[in-house]
C-alpha cells in the first residue's frame, strides 16, 4: 500500500508539517507500506524539520529560485515562469489561501495526472479542494483536519464545500468532527477522530529543578505571546529566580522586544528565534506556557513539553488543551485570554516545587499511555487499509456522486448552511457519561447531544425568551433554597445577572445543583480555583469548589441545527464580596468581575425594590428602577416598505404606468421589486433581535403577504392610499424613493424609529441605544463608498443621482458638500426631520413624490438625506456598526453567507443583488432561502401560525 502526502510548504517549521512527517515516518517503518510526500512549494534548501530528511520528498514548484519555477524537467522560460507565478490559482481561491498561482495549478494537474498511490491524504482544506478535483476516482482520497474548522474562517470554506468528495475526513477532537457532522449532514464523507501522536525515539527529560519556562510559539498574534510576557511581569518579581524563554519567530518579534523593554524584563525574558532541537529546549524547562488563540485544533508542543516531564499552563480554547492537559494533574488550565489568570497560574506552579514535580511525574506516565506513537500509527493503518480495500466498491463513488448532489441542494454552488460554533470547553469523559443517562431518561424525545453538549431540540423559542427563561430557572432555584439575591442591571443588556453575597457562595451553588440535577442546564465557571475553566452540567455545582460566579443556561437548539441558545443568553450569578472604606467609604459589596449600570460597589444587597421582566418580578435595589441617564426611554416603532413582484395586478398596474410615461425610465429593472419572501426573515430577525420595537408598520400597494398575520396587534399594513396627500396624483408609485418620502404620514409612527427595506436584516442582539442615544440624537453609519463629484447624468443609476441631488440641496442650504453614502442597514430616522425637510425643500420633495419611477430628478430621502440634514442640524452623529453585505448575483460571494451563519458576528447585514447577474434566478433563490432559514429558523409573532408552546 501507497500513501502520499499532500503538504503546500513542506520545508517549512509548523504543527502540520511535523505531524505529518511524524505519521509518514511511523507508517514508513510497516513492511508493506511505502509513504510519499508532495509538496507544492521548495521554499529552503533543506527541510526546516529533521524527520524529513529521512522520507521521499517530492516538490513541484521551486521558490528557491527566482523566478520561481517547476522542479521537474521543463523548457518554460523565466517569462512564462514569471507570468504564471502573477496569474491568481483557478483550483485555489485566493480567500482560501493566497500561497497558489497558476504555475502551481499547472504543475499540481500535471503531478496529479501522474499519481500513482494508493491514498492521497491532505492536510489543509485548500489542498483538498485541489486534490478532490485532480485525483484519479481509483485513488482513495483522506483530509486530515489539523485546526479547528469552525474557527478557520475563509480557509475553512473550501472543506464544506468539497468534503462531500472525499473518502474520509479526520480530525483530532471529537469537538471538531462533531461540528462538522452537524454542519454536512448526509454529505459527511466518513468521519474519524484520531489524535497526533508523541514522537517516538530517545527524548531527554526534565530534571523537575529547573527555574526556566519555555515557550515555543511563532511570534504572530494567534499565538498571544505577549500575554505570556504580561504575566510574567505580574509574578517576575515575586519569583526573581525564574526566567522566560521563547523559540519561535514571527513578524511580532519587534513589538515583543520593544515590550519586553518596557517592562524592564529585558535580562529575564529571552526571545531566542526556531529551534530545531526543542527536545533539547524542554528537557531544561520547569514549566511550559501555551496561549494561543481559538485556532490551536491538537498543539503537538503540549505534548512534547509532557513528554518530556514539564508541567504545562495553557489557555483552556476551543479545542486541544483540554484534551491533552488534564487540570490540576499534569498541569493547569486558565480561562481564553485572562492574563490575570494565566500569571496566577504560573505564580502557583513556579512558587510550589512539590506541586511541579507532581505535575511532572503525571505528565510523562499519562501522556505516553494516552498517545503513544505505536496506539495512534495503529488507527491510521486500520484506516487506510479498509478505505483501500473498500475503493473498487461500485457504492463508493455512487455514494460520493449522492453526497455532492445534496451538498448542491442544500445550498447552492457556493454555500453550506453550517451548525453554531461554542467556546464551551469539551466534557470531560465522566460527564460525558452522565450525559448519556440524562438524554436515556428524557421521556419528551427533545433532548439530543449537538455541539458536544446537550440540547433540547425545539423551534418556538426567541433570544429575548431563552434570556428570560434563564433568569427564571435561576431565580426558582434561589428561591427554592432561601438563597437571597438581587437582580443588578449590566451593560449587556441582552441577558440577565443575579448578585449574591460571597457568604452564601456555597449555599446558592448547592442549591442549583439540586435544582438542575438530571437536567440538561449548564453552569460556566466564572474565574474557578480548583476546577478547569469552561461548562459543567449544573448538578455538579455542589462540588466545584470556590468561583467568581457561574453563568447558568439550559442550551436549546432549533430541528436545524443552525441556532443554539447557549451561554450568551445564559443568567450569570456573581458572587459579591464585602468591601470597608472603599470608594463609597462604608461598608458595602464589590463585584467579583465586570461592574453594574450603577457601578462596580453597592452599598448593600438587600433588595428595596423590584424590577419586571416577562411578566415577573424579581427583587433589585432602587438604583435600578430609577431612570438612568443613558436609558433610552422613549418608544421605537418599525417601518418596512415592501412589494410583491409576482402579484399579476400589481404587474398590470407596473406595464401601464410604463406606457403612459413613453420613455424609459431609470432604473426600473426587476432586481429592486423582486420579492424571495426576505420580508419574513428580516421581521424574524427583529422578533428575535430587537425585541424593544414598539410597533411595526408595514407600507404595501394593497398587498400582504399569505403568511402575515395582519391582525397582530403589534403590527399595522399601512396602504400607498393611505400614505399619500395626494394619491390620485402619485398613485400607482413603482418608485421607493417617492414612498419614502411620505413615512412621516404614517399614522401613529413615533417620532424615533428604524426604515428597514425587506433585504436588511439584524445579525445578532441589538439595545435602543444601538441607533439612538437616549437625548433623541439618532445614529448614522456612513460607508466607505463615495459619492462621485460629477452632475447628475442621464446615465445615473437612480440611487446614485438621488445621492447627487441630494448633494446640491445641501449644498445649497448650508454651503457644505457630502462626499459618501451610508451603510445599507436600518436607518434610524425622527419623524419631525423628515417633516422639516418636506417643509423646507417642498418643490424637491413634490417633484420626488409624483415620480412614479425613479429618476435622475429624485431625492433619497430616508437612506441619506435625513441623516446629513439631522447631522447639519445638530439631530444625528456618526456611529460605529458590525456590518456585511452580500451580493448574491456574485457565486463568489456565496461564502461569505457562510461566514455570517457560522460567526453570527454581524450587527446587521444586507443580501443585495447586482444588476448584471450572470446567475440562474433559481440559483440566487436557492442560496437566500437556504441562508434564510438557516439563520432565523424561529417564527416571529408577525406569522400565521399554529399555537406555541413557549413555557420552560
Same mark, same amino acid.
Request: net charge negative.
Given at each position: 500500500?501507497?500513501?502520499?502526502?499532500?503538504?503546500?510548504?513542506?520545508?517549512?517549521?509548523?504543527?502540520?508539517?511535523?505531524?505529518?512527517?511524524?505519521?509518514?515516518?511511523?507508517?514508513?517503518?510497516?513492511?508493506?507500506?511505502?509513504?510519499?510526500?508532495?509538496?507544492?512549494?521548495?521554499?529552503?534548501?533543506?527541510?526546516?524539520?529533521?524527520?524529513?530528511?529521512?522520507?521521499?520528498?517530492?516538490?513541484?514548484?521551486?521558490?528557491?529560485?527566482?523566478?520561481?519555477?517547476?522542479?521537474?524537467?521543463?523548457?518554460?522560460?523565466?517569462?512564462?515562469?514569471?507570468?504564471?507565478?502573477?496569474?491568481?490559482?483557478?483550483?485555489?481561491?485566493?480567500?482560501?489561501?493566497?500561497?497558489?498561482?497558476?504555475?502551481?495549478?499547472?504543475?499540481?494537474?500535471?503531478?496529479?495526472?501522474?499519481?500513482?498511490?494508493?491514498?492521497?491524504?491532505?492536510?489543509?482544506?485548500?489542498?483538498?479542494?485541489?486534490?478532490?478535483?485532480?485525483?484519479?476516482?481509483?485513488?482513495?482520497?483522506?483530509?486530515?483536519?489539523?485546526?479547528?474548522?469552525?474557527?478557520?474562517?475563509?480557509?475553512?470554506?473550501?472543506?464544506?464545500?468539497?468534503?462531500?468528495?472525499?473518502?474520509?475526513?479526520?480530525?483530532?477532537?471529537?469537538?471538531?468532527?462533531?461540528?462538522?457532522?452537524?454542519?454536512?449532514?448526509?454529505?459527511?464523507?466518513?468521519?474519524?477522530?484520531?489524535?497526533?501522536?508523541?514522537?517516538?525515539?530517545?527524548?531527554?527529560?526534565?530534571?523537575?529543578?529547573?527555574?526556566?519556562?519555555?515557550?515555543?510559539?511563532?511570534?504572530?498574534?494567534?499565538?498571544?505571546?505577549?500575554?505570556?510576557?504580561?504575566?510574567?511581569?505580574?509574578?517576575?518579581?515575586?519569583?526573581?529566580?525564574?526566567?522566560?524563554?521563547?523559540?519561535?519567530?514571527?513578524?511580532?518579534?519587534?513589538?515583543?522586544?520593544?515590550?519586553?523593554?518596557?517592562?524592564?524584563?529585558?535580562?529575564?525574558?529571552?526571545?531566542?528565534?526556531?529551534?530545531?532541537?526543542?527536545?533539547?529546549?524542554?528537557?531544561?524547562?520547569?514549566?511550559?506556557?501555551?496561549?494561543?488563540?481559538?485556532?490551536?485544533?491538537?498543539?503537538?508542543?503540549?505534548?512534547?513539553?509532557?513528554?518530556?516531564?514539564?508541567?504545562?499552563?495553557?489557555?483552556?480554547?476551543?479545542?486541544?488543551?483540554?484534551?491533552?492537559?488534564?487540570?490540576?494533574?499534569?498541569?493547569?488550565?486558565?480561562?481564553?485570554?485572562?492574563?490575570?489568570?494565566?500569571?496566577?497560574?504560573?505564580?502557583?506552579?513556579?512558587?510550589?516545587?512539590?506541586?511541579?514535580?507532581?505535575?511532572?511525574?503525571?505528565?510523562?506516565?499519562?501522556?505516553?499511555?494516552?498517545?503513544?506513537?505505536?496506539?495512534?500509527?495503529?488507527?491510521?493503518?486500520?484506516?487506510?487499509?479498509?478505505?483501500?480495500?473498500?475503493?473498487?466498491?461500485?457504492?463508493?463513488?455512487?455514494?460520493?456522486?449522492?453526497?455532492?448532489?445534496?451538498?448542491?441542494?442544500?445550498?447552492?454552488?457556493?454555500?453550506?448552511?453550517?451548525?453554531?460554533?461554542?467556546?464551551?470547553?469539551?466534557?470531560?469523559?465522566?460527564?460525558?457519561?452522565?450525559?448519556?443517562?440524562?438524554?436515556?431518561?428524557?421521556?419528551?424525545?427533545?433532548?439530543?447531544?449537538?455541539?458536544?453538549?446537550?440540547?433540547?431540540?425545539?423551534?418556538?423559542?426567541?433570544? %429575548? =425568551?431563552? +434570556? @428570560?427563561?434563564?433568569?427564571? *430557572?435561576?431565580?426558582?432555584?434561589?428561591?427554592?433554597?432561601? &438563597?437571597?439575591? /438581587? !437582580?443588578?442591571?449590566?451593560?449587556?443588556?441582552?441577558?440577565?445577572?443575579?448578585?449574591?453575597?460571597?457568604?452564601?457562595?456555597?449555599?446558592?451553588?448547592?442549591?442549583?445543583?439540586?435544582?438542575?440535577?438530571?437536567?440538561?442546564?449548564?453552569?460556566?465557571?466564572?474565574? %474557578? =480555583?480548583? +476546577? @478547569?475553566?469552561?461548562?459543567? *452540567?449544573?448538578?455538579?455545582?455542589?462540588?466545584?469548589?470556590? &468561583?467568581?460566579? /457561574? !453563568?447558568?443556561?439550559?442550551?436549546?437548539?432549533?430541528?436545524?441545527?443552525?441556532?443554539?441558545?447557549?451561554?450568551?443568553?445564559?443568567?450569570?450569578?456573581?458572587?459579591?464580596?464585602?468591601?470597608?472604606?472603599?470608594?463609597?467609604?462604608?461598608?458595602?459589596?464589590?463585584? %467579583?468581575?465586570? +461592574?453594574?449600570?450603577?457601578?462596580?460597589?453597592?452599598?448593600?444587597?438587600?433588595?428595596?425594590?423590584?424590577?419586571?421582566?416577562?411578566?415577573?418580578?424579581?427583587?433589585?435595589?432602587?438604583?435600578?428602577?430609577?431612570?438612568?441617564?443613558?436609558?433610552?426611554?422613549?418608544?421605537?416603532?418599525?417601518?418596512?416598505?415592501?412589494?410583491?413582484?409576482?402579484?399579476?395586478?400589481?404587474?398590470?398596474?407596473?406595464?401601464?404606468?410604463?406606457?403612459?410615461?413613453?420613455?424609459?425610465?431609470?432604473?426600473?429593472?426587476?432586481?429592486?421589486?423582486?420579492?424571495?419572501?426576505?420580508?419574513?426573515?428580516?421581521?424574524?430577525?427583529?422578533?428575535?433581535?430587537?425585541?424593544?420595537?414598539?410597533?411595526?408598520?408595514?407600507?404595501?400597494?394593497?398587498?400582504?403577504?399569505?403568511?402575515?398575520?395582519?391582525?397582530?396587534?403589534?403590527?399595522?399594513?399601512?396602504?400607498?392610499?393611505?400614505?399619500?396627500?395626494?394619491?390620485?396624483?402619485?398613485?400607482?408609485?413603482?418608485?421607493?424613493?417617492?414612498?419614502?418620502?411620505?413615512?412621516?404620514?404614517?399614522?401613529?409612527?413615533?417620532?424615533?424609529?428604524?426604515?428597514?427595506?425587506?433585504?436588511?436584516?439584524?445579525?445578532?442582539?441589538?439595545?435602543?441605544?444601538?441607533?439612538?442615544?437616549?437625548?433623541?440624537?439618532?445614529?448614522?453609519?456612513?460607508?466607505?463608498?463615495?459619492?462621485?463629484?460629477?452632475?447628475?447624468?442621464?446615465?445615473?443609476?437612480?440611487?446614485?443621482?438621488?445621492?447627487?441631488?441630494?448633494?446640491?440641496?445641501?449644498?445649497?442650504?448650508?454651503?457644505?458638500?457630502?462626499?459618501?453614502?451610508?451603510?445599507?442597514?436600518?436607518?434610524?430616522?425622527?419623524?419631525?426631520?423628515?417633516?422639516?425637510?418636506?417643509?423646507?425643500?417642498?418643490?424637491?420633495?413634490?417633484?420626488?413624490?409624483?415620480?412614479?419611477?425613479?429618476?435622475?430628478?429624485?431625492?433619497?430621502?430616508?437612506?441619506?438625506?435625513?441623516?446629513?440634514?439631522?447631522?447639519?442640524?445638530?439631530?444625528?452623529?456618526?456611529?460605529?456598526?458590525?456590518?456585511?453585505?452580500?451580493?448574491?448575483?456574485?457565486?463568489?460571494?456565496?461564502?461569505?453567507?457562510?461566514?455570517?451563519?457560522?460567526?453570527?458576528?454581524?450587527?446587521?447585514?444586507?443580501?443585495?443583488?447586482?444588476?448584471?447577474?450572470?446567475?440562474?434566478?433559481?440559483?440566487?433563490?436557492?442560496?437566500?432561502?437556504?441562508?434564510?432559514?438557516?439563520?432565523?429558523?424561529?417564527?416571529?409573532?408577525?406569522?400565521?401560525?399554529?399555537?406555541?408552546?413557549?413555557?420552560?
Amino acid at each position: 500500500m501507497k500513501i502520499t502526502y499532500l503538504l503546500g510548504w513542506g520545508d517549512e517549521m509548523g504543527g502540520t508539517e511535523l505531524a505529518t512527517y511524524t505519521q509518514a515516518k511511523h507508517l514508513a517503518e510497516r513492511p508493506d507500506i511505502e509513504v510519499e510526500i508532495v509538496s507544492v512549494f521548495r521554499t529552503r534548501d533543506e527541510p526546516f524539520f529533521v524527520e524529513a530528511r529521512a522520507l521521499p520528498v517530492r516538490y513541484l514548484v521551486d521558490r528557491t529560485v527566482t523566478p520561481e519555477r517547476p522542479v521537474r524537467d521543463s523548457d518554460l522560460d523565466d517569462a512564462a515562469c514569471r507570468t504564471l507565478a502573477a496569474l491568481p490559482s483557478e483550483l485555489i481561491r485566493p480567500a482560501w489561501e493566497d500561497a497558489f498561482d497558476r504555475l502551481s495549478d499547472i504543475e499540481m494537474a500535471d503531478a496529479f495526472a501522474r499519481l500513482e498511490t494508493d491514498v492521497l491524504v491532505t492536510t489543509t482544506p485548500a489542498l483538498l479542494a485541489a486534490a478532490v478535483t485532480l485525483a484519479p476516482a481509483r485513488v482513495v482520497t483522506v483530509h486530515q483536519e489539523h485546526r479547528p474548522t469552525q474557527r478557520r474562517g475563509p480557509s475553512g470554506e473550501p472543506l464544506l464545500l468539497h468534503a462531500p468528495r472525499l473518502d474520509a475526513l479526520v480530525t483530532l477532537t471529537g469537538r471538531t468532527r462533531d461540528w462538522i457532522a452537524e454542519s454536512l449532514g448526509p454529505t459527511a464523507p466518513e468521519l474519524a477522530v484520531i489524535p497526533n501522536a508523541v514522537p517516538d525515539g530517545f527524548r531527554p527529560r526534565a530534571d523537575g529543578e529547573s527555574t526556566v519556562i519555555v515557550m515555543a510559539a511563532r511570534l504572530t498574534g494567534e499565538k498571544r505571546v505577549d500575554h505570556a510576557v504580561r504575566a510574567f511581569a505580574e509574578v517576575a518579581d515575586a519569583h526573581p529566580e525564574w526566567t522566560l524563554r521563547i523559540f519561535g519567530g514571527g513578524h511580532r518579534e519587534r513589538h515583543l522586544r520593544r515590550l519586553v523593554d518596557g517592562f524592564g524584563l529585558h535580562d529575564r525574558v529571552e526571545l531566542l528565534g526556531p529551534c530545531q532541537d526543542m527536545a533539547a529546549e524542554w528537557a531544561k524547562a520547569g514549566l511550559s506556557l501555551m496561549t494561543a488563540g481559538h485556532n490551536e485544533a491538537f498543539p503537538l508542543v503540549l505534548l512534547e513539553a509532557l513528554a518530556a516531564g514539564v508541567p504545562v499552563v495553557a489557555y483552556d480554547v476551543l479545542t486541544g488543551p483540554a484534551e491533552i492537559v488534564r487540570h490540576r494533574v499534569d498541569g493547569l488550565l486558565v480561562p481564553p485570554g485572562e492574563i490575570t489568570e494565566l500569571a496566577a497560574a504560573m505564580g502557583e506552579l513556579m512558587g510550589d516545587p512539590e506541586k511541579r514535580r507532581a505535575c511532572a511525574r503525571a505528565a510523562r506516565e499519562g501522556v505516553y499511555a494516552r498517545f503513544s506513537s505505536a496506539a495512534v500509527t495503529a488507527r491510521w493503518e486500520e484506516l487506510y487499509r479498509r478505505l483501500v480495500a473498500g475503493r473498487d466498491r461500485p457504492e463508493r463513488l455512487r455514494g460520493r456522486a449522492d453526497r455532492v448532489a445534496l451538498g448542491v441542494a442544500s445550498g447552492g454552488c457556493g454555500f453550506r448552511p453550517t451548525a453554531p460554533h461554542t467556546f464551551d470547553a469539551a466534557a470531560a469523559d465522566g460527564e460525558r457519561a452522565r450525559e448519556d443517562e440524562i438524554v436515556a431518561a428524557d421521556t419528551t424525545g427533545r433532548v439530543i447531544r449537538s455541539v458536544g453538549r446537550l440540547a433540547e431540540r425545539r423551534d418556538d423559542v426567541l433570544a %429575548p =425568551r431563552m +434570556a @428570560a427563561w434563564n433568569l427564571e *430557572l435561576t431565580a426558582d432555584a434561589l428561591e427554592a433554597e432561601g &438563597v437571597p439575591y /438581587v !437582580k443588578v442591571r449590566t451593560h449587556d443588556g441582552t441577558a440577565h445577572t443575579l448578585a449574591v453575597a460571597a457568604e452564601h457562595r456555597d449555599h446558592a451553588l448547592k442549591a442549583l445543583a439540586g435544582a438542575f440535577a438530571g437536567k440538561p442546564v449548564y453552569a460556566e465557571l466564572v474565574n %474557578p =480555583r480548583d +476546577a @478547569a475553566p469552561g461548562a459543567v *452540567l449544573a448538578e455538579r455545582l455542589d462540588a466545584i469548589g470556590e &468561583v467568581a460566579g /457561574v !453563568k447558568v443556561f439550559k442550551p436549546v437548539t432549533t430541528t436545524t441545527l443552525s441556532l443554539r441558545h447557549g451561554t450568551a443568553q445564559a443568567c450569570t450569578v456573581a458572587f459579591w464580596g464585602r468591601t470597608e472604606g472603599g470608594p463609597l467609604g462604608t461598608e458595602g459589596f464589590r463585584a %467579583p468581575f465586570g +461592574a453594574t449600570l450603577a457601578g462596580a460597589e453597592l452599598p448593600s444587597l438587600t433588595p428595596t425594590a423590584t424590577l419586571r421582566v416577562a411578566e415577573r418580578d424579581y427583587p433589585t435595589l432602587d438604583v435600578f428602577t430609577e431612570l438612568l441617564v443613558k436609558d433610552v426611554d422613549f418608544p421605537v416603532d418599525a417601518v418596512y416598505t415592501w412589494v410583491d413582484d409576482s402579484d399579476p395586478e400589481w404587474r398590470a398596474l407596473r406595464d401601464a404606468a410604463r406606457g403612459a410615461a413613453g420613455r424609459e425610465t431609470a432604473d426600473d429593472g426587476a432586481v429592486r421589486f423582486r420579492n424571495r419572501d426576505e420580508l419574513r426573515y428580516s421581521l424574524r430577525s427583529l422578533a428575535m433581535y430587537a425585541p424593544w420595537i414598539r410597533h411595526v408598520y408595514l407600507v404595501t400597494a394593497g398587498q400582504r403577504p399569505a403568511w402575515l398575520d395582519a391582525d397582530h396587534p403589534g403590527l399595522t399594513v399601512v396602504d400607498h392610499r393611505d400614505l399619500f396627500a395626494d394619491p390620485g396624483a402619485c398613485l400607482p408609485t413603482f418608485n421607493s424613493h417617492a414612498i419614502e418620502s411620505q413615512l412621516h404620514r404614517v399614522d401613529g409612527l413615533s417620532e424615533h424609529f428604524l426604515y428597514f427595506n425587506d433585504d436588511m436584516f439584524l445579525g445578532r442582539p441589538t439595545n435602543p441605544d444601538t441607533f439612538f442615544h437616549s437625548n433623541g440624537i439618532a445614529r448614522f453609519f456612513w460607508s466607505s463608498a463615495s459619492v462621485p463629484a460629477l452632475p447628475v447624468s442621464p446615465d445615473d443609476e437612480g440611487y446614485l443621482g438621488a445621492a447627487k441631488n441630494n448633494r446640491e440641496l445641501l449644498r445649497r442650504a448650508f454651503g457644505r458638500t457630502t462626499t459618501h453614502s451610508f451603510f445599507h442597514v436600518p436607518y434610524a430616522l425622527r419623524r419631525s426631520v423628515l417633516e422639516e425637510i418636506a417643509e423646507r425643500f417642498p418643490q424637491e420633495w413634490e417633484a420626488t413624490s409624483r415620480s412614479r419611477f425613479r429618476s435622475t430628478g429624485d431625492l433619497s430621502v430616508v437612506s441619506s438625506l435625513h441623516h446629513h440634514y439631522a447631522y447639519l442640524t445638530g439631530r444625528a452623529v456618526p456611529g460605529g456598526i458590525s456590518y456585511d453585505f452580500v451580493d448574491i448575483g456574485d457565486r463568489k460571494d456565496h461564502a461569505r453567507l457562510g461566514r455570517l451563519l457560522q460567526n453570527r458576528d454581524r450587527t446587521a447585514f444586507c443580501i443585495g443583488e447586482s444588476h448584471d447577474s450572470g446567475m440562474a434566478d433559481e440559483e440566487m433563490a436557492l442560496a437566500i432561502r437556504s441562508f434564510l432559514t438557516a439563520y432565523f429558523p424561529v417564527r416571529s409573532p408577525y406569522e400565521r401560525s399554529r399555537a406555541v408552546t413557549d413555557a420552560p
